[in-house]
């Protein structure tokens, strides 16, 4: 009876061994295909092919009424342009950032105009280029009415997106927005459209930089500030450090995290706008937590 108790325990010992043997074939391959998925996923994102087009150009003449009366020429140009890739969501995620430029232009116009219109505060989640091109036709159109009637000698609005790379899970790129209404100048921002390509979306300040870190970085820039101002000969910086932030327009180079400021944030309208550079090799930089 012993003998025979100990051959079925072994047998028993063997037979378990056995099933747990086909259980860790099955469980490995699984966990092989899951980890196979996700590297490709990632992989999945290719080396853009990127053309801009144009959405909408006008430019045109026309007479209005001078404050004193007299008959003036006053030019009229309204100009976006769009960048396409072979990415879907990549093309509506640009589409929508030039469509929200546009929206608060309009509003913008409308206001000058007392134009009493709404304008949707969210934007639709699907657009199209017919949307963007009806959208910036109606700011030609607001834009001669604003002339006509405040006797405005030029209106120009413009949006012009350019490329600026890929790296990573990190693509870049970079509108210029121009805008003039008829004064002693226009004025010329720029908005960085850093996107990460795992979460599809934009790269905000508070991706970038938590919270809890940002006065460090905060004290960082200042830094660079206050000596850009003493090599301008400013005998006091044009704003107080209350007054300074982080910017939340950014790209990235091999020098570090650039931070860019609209003309007159930091200095006079002349100076244009202005670039602060956190270096990578800075111990500041440890705090960025987008890995470019």
């Not at 969501?89 to 009493?116: A, D, F, P, V």
Request: glycine fraction near 4%; charge should be negative; hydrophobic fraction near 35%.
């Amino acid at each position: 009876m012993k003998k025979t108790f100990l051959t079925l325990s072994v047998s028993a010992v063997l037979l378990l061994s056995a099933c747990n043997d086909k259980d860790n074939v099955k469980i490995e391959p699984k966990a092989a295909t899951q980890t196979q998925v996700a590297t490709e996923q990632k992989a999945e994102f290719p080396a853009l092919n990127v053309k801009t087009v144009n959405i909408f150009n006008k430019g045109e003449t026309i007479e209005i009424s001078s404050n004193n009366g007299e008959k003036e020429q006053a030019s009229l140009f309204t100009y976006v342009n769009l960048a396409e890739t072979q990415v879907p969501w990549l093309n509506q995620l640009l589409l929508n950032t030039q469509y929200k430029q546009g929206i608060n232009y309009l509003k913008h116009l409308n206001q000058i105009n007392e134009t009493q219109e709404s304008q949707p505060e969210v934007l639709p989640t699907i657009l199209s280029k017919a949307n963007l091109t009806q959208l910036f036709t109606l700011i030609h159109q607001r834009s001669l009415e604003v002339a006509k009637k405040n006797g405005n000698r030029g209106m120009e609005f413009a949006v012009q997106t350019t490329y600026l790379g890929q790296k990573n899970n990190w693509v870049g790129f970079h509108n210029t927005i121009y805008s003039y209404e008829g004064g002693a100048h226009g004025i010329e921002i720029s908005e960085y459209l850093n996107i990460d390509v795992d979460k599809q979306s934009l790269v905000t300040l508070d991706q970038l930089i938590d919270k809890k870190d940002q006065p460090a970085i905060l004290n960082a820039l200042w830094k660079v500030y206050d000596d850009l101002s003493k090599e301008a000969n400013f005998n006091t910086n044009y704003i107080e450090k209350t007054d300074f932030y982080i910017s939340p327009d950014f790209y990235f180079d091999q020098d570090g995290v650039n931070f860019v400021y609209q003309p007159y944030a930091l200095f006079p309208y002349a100076f244009g706008e202005i670039t602060l550079t956190l270096p990578w090799e800075q111990e500041e930089a440890e705090l960025i937590k987008f890995e470019w």
